[in-house]
């Protein structure tokens, strides 16, 4: 990929739209196209009579966007104060769910088969919810 088509595929470089080239027809009588380099005349052409590449601009509000967007990501985040509570609080709430007194979870391992084990576990946890 060049690097003309790198900055089209970012949005550096977008073709003009027709307010953009009337615009710039006020100003500007001839540009240079950005794929072939031929001349432009803007009175008579809106795209390039060469290569038929619509003319392109550098969008520097894009930049400017960019620039704004990557200042705003280095910024430092401020930190939750209870985040380091929220695994101890996990804890304690699956705790409270699966009992360690549960001897019956071992019973049921020993078997060999602990997706049995497991839903006998679930089974009973729904069996205390219930109850």
């Not at 970012?10 to 307010?19: A, C, E, Q, T, Y």
């Amino acid at each position: 990929m060049g690097f003309l088509e790198f900055l089209k595929e970012k949005n550096f470089i977008h073709p003009l739209s027709p307010n953009e080239i009337r615009q710039l027809r006020e100003t500007v009588q001839t540009v240079n196209c950005s794929s072939c380099g031929a001349s432009i005349d803007l009175q008579a052409n809106s795209s390039c009579p060469y290569c038929h590449s619509p003319i392109a601009i550098l969008d520097l509000k894009q930049q400017q966007q960019i620039l704004a967007q990557l200042k705003e990501a280095a910024q430092p985040k401020p930190e939750n104060p209870t985040l380091p509570m929220k695994p101890a609080l996990a804890k304690q709430q699956m705790s409270a769910l699966f009992p360690e007194h549960d001897t019956q979870w071992w019973e049921d391992a020993r078997s060999g088969d602990l997706v049995q084990a497991g839903l006998n576990a679930v089974a009973r946890w729904f069996s205390n919810l219930v109850s």
